[in-house]
């Protein structure tokens, strides 16, 4: 089989990447984006995702980004709102794929933006970034139907390949899902050997599967019939054990597309950047900004109700 050249797809990464201003970018992506250029940009950049340790560690300027669900249209708001802001850099909080009709475009922007822009592209694990997940809940059908049926195999390189969690300034913590009994000190996230399957349990599940409980202490069994859900205390156990001062994390409908589960503390915020959330919600999406003065801000992302891949009523910047 014949396959491109190193420079022939990083053409293309840069000019998708360089292309965030283009009235059709969802369709241009599609029209750049066969199956010979996905079957280089998949190992390319896995090798640079791999690269990075499971927690990234970041000092300055950042905009903290939630789910996106395949939701092209709040992605393409936060880029056009952001990406030209001189030294900020983007965290991703995973759960890229699935629900949403956009899942593939949504994922080749996001990755040929990292090929691109590597340390200001930080692109983390949800738990949909799994073979399990993306069977269920609708990546692997887009692959079939938008590509071709071999082409899914080829995205499981990179699902595996993404880090997990992000410290932002010495005090922010990012993470899909959220802590673990299984932990008690963030070093013992960097012994995870990451590189697979999303397991049935344990450490690496619940980082990206579990969630806050204002109604409980300690950590108890899921309603999501795995891993766990946790209080506050064991969030300030963990923030103290740490010498860290807050948990952002995503995995969670948010109406105003953030939410402070244990409020009025403000030791971890749900941020969610999918609005009208897989058409069963009506909820705002938002991303949230951390200054390099460590000033936190959430920024609306206004309701994109047609999430048609045609809409081109996004301003530019
Ligand atoms: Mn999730």
């Given at each position: 089989m014949s396959s491109l050249k190193p420079e022939q797809g990083l053409f293309i990464a840069r000019t998708i990447a360089n292309s965030?201003?283009?009235?059709n970018l969802a369709i241009f992506i599609m029209s750049k984006c066969n199956s010979l250029f996905i079957r280089w940009l998949i190992p390319f950049v896995s090798e640079i995702l791999r690269s990075e340790p499971n927690v990234v560690k970041l000092e300055g300027k950042f905009v903290v980004i939630g789910d996106i669900h395949g939701q092209f249209n709040d992605l393409l708001y936060i880029l056009r709102a952001?990406?030209?802001?001189?030294g900020l850099n983007l965290v991703f909080l995973g759960d890229?794929?699935?629900?949403?009709?956009?899942s593939i475009e949504v994922l080749i922007l996001l990755l040929c933006l990292k090929v691109m822009h590597p340390k200001k592209f930080i692109l983390l694990r949800g738990n949909h970034e799994s073979i399990a997940m993306t069977q269920e809940h609708g990546f692997q059908n887009e692959c079939n139907t938008?590509?071709?049926?071999?082409?899914?195999?080829?995205f499981h390189e990179c699902f595996f390949s993404f880090p997990l969690c992000a410290i932002l300034n010495n005090c922010i913590m990012c993470i899909h899902g959220g802590i673990s009994p299984?932990?008690?000190?963030?070093?013992?996230?960097?012994?995870?050997?990451?590189?697979?399957?999303?397991?049935?349990?344990g450490l690496l599940m619940d980082l990206l599967w579990s969630d806050p409980d204002p109604y409980i202490c300690g950590f108890s069994p899921s309603v999501r019939g795995k891993t766990y859900m946790f209080g506050l205390d064991e969030v300030k156990k963990f923030l103290d054990n740490n010498g860290l001062k807050m948990i952002v994390r995503g995995h969670q409908v948010a109406?105003?597309?953030?939410?402070?589960?244990f409020s009025p503390d403000q030791s971890l915020v749900t941020v969610f950047s999918a609005s009208c959330y897989s058409s069963d919600y009506d909820n705002n999406a938002a991303y949230m900004s951390i200054t390099d003065k460590g000033k936190i801000n959430f920024v609306r992302i206004p309701?994109?109700?047609?999430?048609?891949?045609?809409?081109?009523?996004i301003p530019k910047r």
């Amino acid at each position: 089989m014949s396959s491109l050249k190193p420079e022939q797809g990083l053409f293309i990464a840069r000019t998708i990447a360089n292309s965030i201003n283009n009235d059709n970018l969802a369709i241009f992506i599609m029209s750049k984006c066969n199956s010979l250029f996905i079957r280089w940009l998949i190992p390319f950049v896995s090798e640079i995702l791999r690269s990075e340790p499971n927690v990234v560690k970041l000092e300055g300027k950042f905009v903290v980004i939630g789910d996106i669900h395949g939701q092209f249209n709040d992605l393409l708001y936060i880029l056009r709102a952001t990406h030209q802001i001189e030294g900020l850099n983007l965290v991703f909080l995973g759960d890229y794929v699935d629900r949403g009709k956009n899942s593939i475009e949504v994922l080749i922007l996001l990755l040929c933006l990292k090929v691109m822009h590597p340390k200001k592209f930080i692109l983390l694990r949800g738990n949909h970034e799994s073979i399990a997940m993306t069977q269920e809940h609708g990546f692997q059908n887009e692959c079939n139907t938008k590509i071709n049926k071999n082409i899914y195999e080829v995205f499981h390189e990179c699902f595996f390949s993404f880090p997990l969690c992000a410290i932002l300034n010495n005090c922010i913590m990012c993470i899909h899902g959220g802590i673990s009994p299984h932990m008690s000190k963030i070093n013992e996230i960097d012994e995870i050997s990451r590189f697979c399957e999303v397991p049935e349990e344990g450490l690496l599940m619940d980082l990206l599967w579990s969630d806050p409980d204002p109604y409980i202490c300690g950590f108890s069994p899921s309603v999501r019939g795995k891993t766990y859900m946790f209080g506050l205390d064991e969030v300030k156990k963990f923030l103290d054990n740490n010498g860290l001062k807050m948990i952002v994390r995503g995995h969670q409908v948010a109406n105003e597309g953030y939410c402070y589960p244990f409020s009025p503390d403000q030791s971890l915020v749900t941020v969610f950047s999918a609005s009208c959330y897989s058409s069963d919600y009506d909820n705002n999406a938002a991303y949230m900004s951390i200054t390099d003065k460590g000033k936190i801000n959430f920024v609306r992302i206004p309701l994109l109700r047609s999430q048609s891949r045609f809409s081109t009523n996004i301003p530019k910047r």
